[in-house]
């Protein structure tokens, strides 16, 4: 059972290019997030998706898109990267019932240069 | 949501009880408490939660007070392997909520 899984692990992106991250999981879950931590930092809220067709902004969610593509996965897209999106993403799930916890990927750890 | 202030970082010796509090004053009715725990490169995973008295797993003990104002995690004889960022987070009980995280504490365990 993969949980949930994040590719790529790593990248360098050039300021401006772009990427997707993606994340899937295979336990089912309706919900799934995504979120960025910087060094020495919690956890921020970047976008999330309830259910299969919704997706909402969380904290921090300026300078990124997300699709909701099926039920199993959940893609973070930057347009146009910038140094300040270096960080470390991780990539959550859970059922979406009240009082359930999340499982969270690996992370993905990008850095803009 | 209610906001959530904890310690930024607690030291302790293994072998010791460890009690981290969070402070959630305006936690609502329908609102649970949960608590998260994180490792250097790894993402976080659930500890516990609990909406009110006591709850207790093979891990760790969750207090929470008749007021919900606050909820205190305890970590019995903590060893080096505790040493980890704590992260206390109040839930909307409601389905495909949204799940925000504060800074946590960071749990340093010497031996």
């Known amino acids: 059972n993969a949980g949930v899984t994040q590719t790529p692990k790593f990248q360098v992106l050039k300021t401006g290019q772009s990427m997707t991250l993606q994340c899937a999981q295979d336990?089912?879950?309706?919900?799934m997030y995504w979120y960025r931590q910087d060094p020495g930092m919690g956890l921020r809220l970047i976008y999330y998706?309830?259910?299969?067709?919704?997706?909402d902004k969380g904290e921090v969610p300026n300078g990124y898109n997300v699709s909701r593509l099926n039920k199993r996965e959940f893609s973070l897209r930057l347009e146009s990267a910038a140094p300040s999106q270096t960080s470390v993403y991780f990539c959550?799930?859970?059922?979406?019932?009240?009082?359930?916890?999340?499982?969270f990927g690996q992370g993905t750890r990008l850095t803009v240069v | 949501l209610a906001k959530t202030t904890q310690p930024i970082s607690m030291d302790s010796y293994e072998g010791q009880e460890v009690n981290i509090t969070c402070s959630h004053n305006?936690?609502?009715?329908?609102?649970?408490i949960t608590w998260y725990q994180q490792f250097p490169s790894q993402g976080p995973r659930f500890i516990i939660q609990?909406?009110?008295t006591k709850v207790t797993n093979e891990v760790a003990s969750l207090f929470i007070p008749a007021d919900r104002k606050s909820s205190t995690l305890s970590l019995p004889r903590v060893s080096l392997s505790d040493t980890a960022v704590y992260y206390c987070?109040?839930?909307?009980?409601?389905?495909?909520?949204?799940?925000?995280f504060g800074k946590g504490t960071t749990l340093s365990v010497s031996s």
């Open positions: 959550a799930s859970r059922t979406g019932d009240p009082n359930t916890e999340a499982f």
């Open positions: 336990m089912n879950h309706n919900s």
């Open positions: 998706s309830a259910s299969e067709g919704t997706t």
């Open positions: 305006n936690i609502a009715t329908n609102d649970y």
């Open positions: 609990g909406y009110k």
């Open positions: 987070l109040v839930v909307l009980n409601q389905a495909g909520t949204a799940l925000i």
